[in-house]
Structure formats: structure tokens, C-alpha cells
């Protein structure tokens, strides 16, 4: 056991746009919980936290307002843009807790010990910079531990850059448990640690004060291999929980702390969804949980049939969104998982679960490597005459696809190319097939198109 005091972080992003879709850093919690079972203290300062209460009040105005389902827009800070984005005419800002109050938080903690920082979007990594430069100047000769999306994907990026004193790559629990031994001079009992998913300790959700909207995680990894998509780098092996334990975390957290909307993480939620996920819809109703659901990362459309879509409206999913990407049969083929029909048959089953086609939304992915403008178009005019909604999901090249190869053979990209070149909405405006202006007309389009299906009109 440990009397030794750790603080998690979890940054600011920085970006040219950024909005909360029941963001929480699920990663780091969890490593939280663990380090709580070996007897650590820990504490937590979310930058991200937007009922943080000290942005009620802030500058005579209130703590940024909710949606109906618990997303909203962060605080922002505008910044100086940095000079890889000068001619990109967007405002570059600092979203989550202004800065002194990050500061204010920092020096109300008393003696830590170490600190764990964690770290989203590649494109992201100057906000985990200026977190670490923070804490080394207010917590000097403390040791920092930096892991995440970013620090996994561009571990050599973060070693040379960010400062922190450790650098993790991949999963955390485990490998967070053994750097602390090595700072604190400690040798920890591993014979009794959970090697699944399952048998963790539930995020350390409690540290919060305002807890509205949850991520909930069913599985992690992926087994499918699509080339633009890095989840296969993050995690190996794809493993899912037991669904009734799912579902014994979602009564826990509706009845412990009244959590209302709760988001599937999952990049593979449908994967055998029989055996999982319609278990898991089951016990809800079985349990009379009564909560609304979402599922911000895309549904495999193929596995939506119309019994799982019956569950699904019976148990209150809100927002749904569906992987379809690319009307291109030789990009469907490439990912596997999804044709024409696969959409076309989910979206009717359901229509015949009484959703109304419009509210359902369809990825359309725009600016992947040697992606025409007539695919992206054809795939736009798809998904709106199949009377769903356009979700323009614009390409983010991700070091270590199949798709960076392609990148950086095709694009004046490099491997020490600024990464926040890598940024979603940014991307697209650099690549010599789209540009800013194509980029444009097509985000014009889905949203001609969207406002015409909310009239009741389709264009053919
Ligand atoms: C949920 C999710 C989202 C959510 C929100 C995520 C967020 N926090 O902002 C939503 C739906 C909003 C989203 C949006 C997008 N996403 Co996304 N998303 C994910 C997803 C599926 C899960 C992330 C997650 O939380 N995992 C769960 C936790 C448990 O894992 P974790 O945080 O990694 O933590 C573990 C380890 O990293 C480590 N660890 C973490 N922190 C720390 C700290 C320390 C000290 C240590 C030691 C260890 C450690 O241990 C943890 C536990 O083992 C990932 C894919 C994936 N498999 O990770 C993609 C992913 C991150 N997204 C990606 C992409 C492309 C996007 C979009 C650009 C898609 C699009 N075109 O619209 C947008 C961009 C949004 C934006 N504003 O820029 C890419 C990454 C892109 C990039 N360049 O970084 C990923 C990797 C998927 C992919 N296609 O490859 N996403």
C-alpha cells in the first residue's frame, strides 16, 4: 500500500473547433480507479470539465449551457495561431478552463506525489504541452507520466517534445502501476491485477462534482482493419465485456449519480451483437433503466437488423449515427463491412422501429487519400436520397495506418511534418485533390441537403 498523493490531468484541447459530445477521459480514469485499488491517493483536474464550478460566474457569465442530451460548447481562449496553421482562416483556440483558473487548481493540491496526464487527438499535443510546462513550473522536480491517443500513436513525437519524464505507449493501467514502483522505489503485488476489461474498477468517475452524460465502453480494440483507422495501433486485440456487466455499470451510474445520457465509445459496438449487444438492450428493459442512449462513433449498418432496432427504440437511443463512408463498392470492399444495401436495410428497420429517417445520421467520410470529388459527391447524394442526414466525417491522416503510407507518397507530407497539419478540418483544406474551396462545396452541400429533408423536401 501507498500513502503517495497522484494528480490526473486530463488537457485542454487546442484546435480550431471543438465541441463536447459527453467527452470524459475514460482512459485515465480507469487508471485512476486502478491506482486507487493499489492504495494511492488520487485527485483530478479535467480541463475539459464543463461544470467545473469555478466557470460558473466566470467573467459575469454562466458555466456554458447543455443541449437536451448533455453536449454543449467548451470555454474558449483564443491563441496566437501557430505557424504551421498562418494561412488557415480559422481562430485557434484553448478550449476548457482558462488557463489561471488551470493554474488555481494546480496550487490548491496539496504535496503530489507524481503526475498522470493523458492525451486525445495527434493534433492535440499542444494543449498536453502546455499542461506539462504548467505543472513543471508549479510543481517542480514532480514526475510526469504522459499516455494517451497521441502519446501511443507518436510515442517518438512526445519522447522528444512534451517534457514529460515518462512517456507511455498503449494501455496504462498496468504499465502506470510499474512506473510508479520504479519512482517510489515500490515493488507491487501484480499476482492478484485484472488482466480484462471486466473485472477493472469502474472509472474514477466519483472525483467529479456535476456528472450529467457518461462515455461507456462495451469492448475495446477493433477486429476489423479499416486503412484510414488507427483503433487496431491503440489496443491489439478486440474483447468485449460481459453485457450484463455493462449494464449493472449503467443502473449504478443512473441511480448513484442520476446520469441521464450515457455514449457508446466502442469502435465496433454490432460486433457479434446477438451475443453482446442486444443482451445488454435486454437487461435495460428488464431492469427498467430509464436513460437515453447515443452513439456517436458509427453503428455498423450490416448487423442493424429490424429486432436490434426494435430494442433500441424501446430502450431510448437519441442520437444514432451509421458507418457508411464511401458509396465506392471498391472502398466498401476494402473495409469490409458495409454495401449500399447494409444501409438501406438498417435505415428501413429503423424506420419501422418508429425512428423518422431524418433524425439518423450517416458518416460520409470526405478528403481520404486519392479520394475523387465525384465519390464524395456520389456518396452525399446517397445517403440524402436514402432520406438520412449527412455527417461530413472529413479524413484525419493518423501515422501508422495503411492510410499515412499513402499520405506521404501522394501529399508534401513528411514524417516530421507538423502534426497539427493532421487535424481534421484542416487536412482536407491542404490536400491538393480538395482544397479549401471543394472543402467548402461539400460541407455546402450536406447542409443544403440536411435542411431540405427538416422541410420535407428530398432533391433528386
Ligand atoms: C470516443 C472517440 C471519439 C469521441 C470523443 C473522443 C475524445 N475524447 O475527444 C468522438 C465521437 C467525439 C470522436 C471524434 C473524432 N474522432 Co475519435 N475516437 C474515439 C475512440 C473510439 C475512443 C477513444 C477513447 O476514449 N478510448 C477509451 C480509453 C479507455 O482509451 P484511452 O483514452 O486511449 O486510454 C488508454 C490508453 O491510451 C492509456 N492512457 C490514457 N491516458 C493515459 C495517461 C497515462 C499517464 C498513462 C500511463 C496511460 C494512459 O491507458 C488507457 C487505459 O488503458 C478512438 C479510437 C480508440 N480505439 O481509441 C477514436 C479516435 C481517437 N478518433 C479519431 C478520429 C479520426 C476522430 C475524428 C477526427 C473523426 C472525424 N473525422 O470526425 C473526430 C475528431 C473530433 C475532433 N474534435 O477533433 C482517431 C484519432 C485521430 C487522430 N489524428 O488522433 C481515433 C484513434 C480513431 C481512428 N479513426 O483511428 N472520437
Given at each position: ?21 459527453w ?70 483556440c ?69 517534457g ?63 486503412p ?23 443502473e ?13 465509445w466502442d ?15 435486454k ?9 437515453t ?128 497539419l493532421?487535424?481534421?478540418?484542416i487536412?482536407?483544406?491542404k ?20 435542411n ?9
Amino acid at each position: 500500500m501507498s500513502d503517495k498523493h497522484i494528480l490526473l490531468i486530463n488537457p485542454w484541447i487546442y484546435d480550431v473547433a471543438a465541441y463536447d459530445l459527453w467527452i470524459k477521459p475514460v482512459g485515465l480514469l480507469t487508471i485512476g480507479g486502478v491506482l486507487r485499488e493499489y492504495g494511492y491517493k488520487i485527485s483530478l483536474i479535467d480541463c475539459l470539465d464543463r461544470y467545473h464550478p469555478a466557470l460558473s460566474g466566470l467573467n459575469g457569465k454562466c458555466a456554458p449551457k447543455s443541449k437536451k442530451y448533455g453536449t454543449g460548447k467548451f470555454y474558449r481562449q483564443k491563441l496566437e495561431k501557430p505557424p504551421a496553421l498562418k494561412d488557415v482562416p480559422r481562430y485557434y483556440c484553448r478550449y476548457g478552463l482558462p488557463l489561471d483558473i488551470f493554474i488555481q487548481e494546480l496550487e490548491k493540491q496539496s504535496s503530489v506525489d507524481a503526475v498522470l496526464i493523458t492525451s486525445g487527438m495527434t493534433y492535440w499535443y499542444q494543449g498536453v504541452f502546455k499542461a506539462i510546462e504548467v505543472v513543471k513550473s508549479k510543481l517542480p522536480g514532480v514526475p510526469i507520466l504522459l499516455g494517451g491517443i497521441y502519446a501511443t500513436l507518436c510515442t517518438e513525437h512526445a519522447i522528444a517534445f512534451s517534457g514529460a519524464d515518462y512517456v507511455v505507449k498503449g494501455l496504462g493501467e498496468k504499465k502506470a502501476l510499474e512506473i510508479l514502483d520504479d519512482v517510489f522505489g515500490a515493488k507491487t503485488d501484480f499476482s492478484a491485477f485484472p488482466e480484462k476489461q471486466d473485472d477493472m474498477p469502474l472509472p474514477a468517475y466519483d472525483l467529479y462534482d456535476h456528472l450529467a452524460s457518461l462515455p461507456i465502453l462495451t469492448s475495446r480494440g477493433c477486429p476489423f482493419r479499416c486503412p484510414f483507422c488507427a483503433s487496431h495501433l491503440l489496443v491489439d486485440k478486440f474483447e468485449q465485456r460481459d453485457p450484463k456487466k455493462v449494464a449493472d455499470e449503467v443502473e449504478y451510474y443512473s441511480k448513484a449519480y442520476s446520469v441521464k445520457n450515457f455514449a457508446f465509445w466502442d469502435d465496433a459496438l454490432l460486433v457479434n451483437q446477438k451475443q453482446h449487444f442486444s443482451v445488454f438492450l435486454k437487461e435495460i428493459l428488464k431492469r427498467r433503466i430509464e436513460t437515453t442512449f447515443h452513439t456517436p462513433n458509427g453503428l455498423q449498418p450490416r448487423e442493424l437488423d429490424s429486432e436490434l432496432a426494435v430494442l433500441m427504440a424501446k430502450t431510448q437511443f437519441r442520437t444514432i449515427r451509421l458507418s457508411y463512408e464511401s458509396a465506392d463498392p471498391r472502398r466498401q470492399k476494402e473495409m469490409g463491412k458495409v454495401s449500399d444495401d447494409d444501409l438501406l436495410c438498417a435505415l428501413a428497420n429503423l424506420e419501422s422501429a418508429g425512428y423518422d429517417r431524418r433524425q439518423i445520421e450517416v458518416y460520409v467520410m470526405i478528403g481520404l487519400p486519392e479520394q475523387s470529388v465525384d465519390e464524395m459527391m456520389r456518396t452525399i447524394l446517397f445517403v440524402h436520397r436514402a432520406g438520412a442526414r449527412i455527417s461530413l466525417a472529413s479524413y484525419s491522416p493518423i501515422p501508422g495506418t495503411a492510410y499515412w503510407q499513402l499520405v506521404k507518397s501522394k501529399y508534401d507530407y513528411r514524417d516530421d511534418s507538423d502534426l497539427l497539419l493532421t487535424n481534421n478540418s484542416i487536412f482536407p483544406l491542404k490536400t491538393p485533390r480538395i482544397g479549401a474551396d471543394t472543402f467548402e462545396k461539400m460541407k455546402q452541400l450536406a447542409r443544403t441537403l440536411n435542411n431540405a429533408l427538416d422541410q420535407g423536401k428530398q432533391i433528386s
